[in-house]
C-alpha cells in the first residue's frame, strides 16, 4: 500500500504564525480532523496525524494514488481554512521510502529544532494512539510507527544523542550536577523572578534528577509579590530582597538573573557568607544576567565556582557540537533502517498476490475434495466432519508453508524475482499476469 506524508514544519520554512494557524493543538482537534479526513478520503485510507508546535504533518497509507493538492485542500479545511494561499508554499510531501525516512528522522529528533530533542517520541505515541482508537490505522500505518517508534529507541541508545545542554538552563544544571555529584537535599536561591531563572531552576529541579528530590527553593527579587508568585510554582518560600545576602550563607546553589545595571552580589559579601559556612560543601554562582549580577572577582574566593552566560554559551555549543558528530551515526542508522523497512513493505506487497492466489488454488481444491466425501460418506456426523476439515486445513498449511517462505524470500530479494515469480505461477497453475506494485520510490 503506497505510503505517504504531506505537511510543514520549521524546517520548511514555515514561520511560527504560519505553524500556529494549521496545529490541531486544542483538546479534541486531532480526533476530529483525523475523523473528518477519513471519512472525506474514502475506504480503504489509513492516516496518522502529527502536529505539534512547530509540525503538522499528514502521514497516508492507501491502496490509490491521492493527489496531493486535493489531500492538503482537505487538511485545511478540516482546520477551518479554506482560503489558504499563504499557507500552501509551506507544506512538502514525500512518498514512499522518502516518507519512510522522514518519519524515522523524526522520531530520532533529527528534524527538530533542538537537535536530538525526546518529546517528540511521546508526541508520535500521542498521535498514533489517537489514530488507532479513531479506527484511522490499518497493517500498514501500524508497522510504520511501531518501526518508527523501536528506530528511536534504537538511535538514543547507541548514540547517546539526546545527553548534553541545549539550552542556556540545562547547561547550567548540568554543571551543578557535575559539581555536587548525586546528593539532593540542596539548597536553591534564587535572585530575581524572571522567565530565565524560572527555567534554569526547573531544569535543575527536574523529576528525575539529583536535586529533584529534598531541595529546597528561596526566591527574592525586588518585587515581593512575583517572588511569592515564583516561589508557590516550585514549591519554595518567597524572602524579601533586601534580606538576601543573609540567605548566601545557607544556599549551596545561587542562581541570578535581575535587571540590575550593576552586580548586586559582590566579593566582600560572598567572603562575609563564606564564614559562617565553615566546612560545607562548594558555593556555585549561575550569572545568566546581562548586564552581569556577581562581581567576576566571586569566581576567585576558594570553594566557589563561578559561571556566566557566555560560559554557559561556550558548554551549550560544545555539547551541540558533540551531538551533530552523535547525530551523524543516528542519520546512518535512520537510512539503513528506513531501507530495509521499505523493501520488507515491497516484498509483502509483491507476494500478497501470488501467496494468496495460491492458497485460493489449494483451498478450491480441498474445498471439491471435501465435497465428494460428503457425497460418498452421507452418514458422518457434523462432529466428524469437522475433524475431517481440520485435518485437511492442517494438511493445506503444512504443504503451503514452504512454498509461502520461498516466495517471500524471492519478493524481499528484487534479483531475478520476476522471472522466479513466473516460475512459481506456472508450477503452481495460478495465472501468467505478474503483479509488482511499488511501495518505495
Not at 19 to 42: I, S
Not at 288 to 316: C, T
Amino acid at each position: 500500500m503506497p505510503l505517504s506524508v504531506i505537511g510543514l514544519s520549521h524546517n520548511t520554512g514555515a514561520p511560527v504564525d504560519i505553524r500556529e494557524r494549521v496545529a490541531f493543538t486544542t483538546p479534541g482537534a486531532a480526533e476530529n480532523a483525523l475523523v473528518g479526513l477519513r471519512d472525506a478520503l474514502g475506504p480503504g485510507i489509513e492516516c496518522v496525524l502529527v502536529s505539534t508546535c512547530n509540525r503538522t504533518e499528514l502521514y497516508l497509507a492507501s491502496a490509490a494514488d491521492l493527489p496531493s493538492a486535493d489531500v492538503l485542500d482537505l487538511l485545511l479545511s478540516t482546520r477551518g481554512l479554506t482560503e489558504a494561499e499563504q499557507v500552501r508554499p509551506y507544506f512538502s510531501e514525500r512518498i514512499g521510502h522518502r516518507a519512510i525516512e522522514h518519519l524515522f528522522r523524526v522520531g530520532a529528533g533529527l528534524d527538530s529544532m533542538i537537535l536530538g530533542e525526546t518529546d517528540i517520541v511521546r508526541q508520535i505515541k500521542e498521535s498514533y494512539r489517537i489514530a488507532a482508537d479513531q479506527g484511522c490505522c490499518g497493517k500498514t500505518l501500524n508497522l510504520l510507527f511501531h518501526e518508527a517508534l523501536r528506530v528511536a529507541k534504537r538511535t538514543r541508545s547507541e548514540t547517546d544523542m539526546g545527553r548534553g545542554a541545549f539550552s542556556i538552563g540545562h547547561a547550567a544544571a548540568e554543571v551543578a550536577r557535575n559539581i555536587f555529584g548525586g546528593e539532593s537535599g540542596r539548597t536553591v536561591l534564587l535572585l530575581g523572578a524572571g522567565k530565565m531563572t524560572e527555567t534554569t531552576a526547573r531544569h535543575l529541579l527536574a523529576p528525575g534528577t539529583a536535586f529533584a528530590g529534598g531541595s529546597s527553593v528561596v526566591v527574592a527579587n525586588r518585587t515581593y509579590d512575583r517572588a511569592v508568585r515564583l516561589a508557590e510554582t516550585l514549591g519554595g518560600q518567597a524572602i524579601r530582597y533586601d534580606v538576601f545576602p543573609e540567605y548566601l550563607a545557607k544556599a549551596d546553589i545561587v542562581i541570578a538573573s535581575t535587571a540590575a545595571p550593576r552586580p548586586i552580589v559582590s566579593r566582600e559579601m560572598v567572603e562575609n557568607a563564606l564564614k559562617h559556612r565553615r566546612h560545607r560543601d562548594p558555593l556555585f554562582f549561575i550569572d545568566i544576567a546581562v548586564p552581569r549580577d556577581i562581581e567576576a572577582a566571586v569566581g576567585d574566593l576558594p570553594g566557589v565556582f563561578l559561571y556566566n552566560i557566555d560560559d554557559l554559551k561556550q558548554l551549550v555549543e560544545e555539547d551541540m557540537a558533540e551531538r551533530r558528530t552523535r547525530a551523524a551515526r543516528a542519520e546512518q542508522i535512520v537510512r539503513e533502517e528506513a531501507l530495509s523497512f521499505a523493501r520488507r513493505l515491497q516484498a509483502t506487497a509483491t507476494a500478497t498476490p501470488i501467496l494468496t492466489a495460491l492458497r485460493a488454488n489449494h483451498h478450491a481444491i480441498i474445498a471439491a475434495e471435501v465435497a465428494r466425501l460428503r457425497q460418498r460418506l452421507p452418514h458422518l456426523s457434523p462432529e466428524e466432519w469437522k475433524v475431517i476439515e481440520a485435518s485437511f486445513t492442517a494438511v493445506e498449511n503444512k504443504l503451503l508453508h514452504g512454498p509461502t517462505v520461498r516466495i517471500k524470500e524471492y519478493a524481499a530479494s528484487p534479483d531475478h524475482a520476476a522471472a522466479k515469480f513466473a516460475t512459481v505461477r506456472e508450477l503452481f497453475d495460478i495465472g501468467t499476469e505478474e503483479e509488482h506494485p511499488e511501495v518505495a520510490s
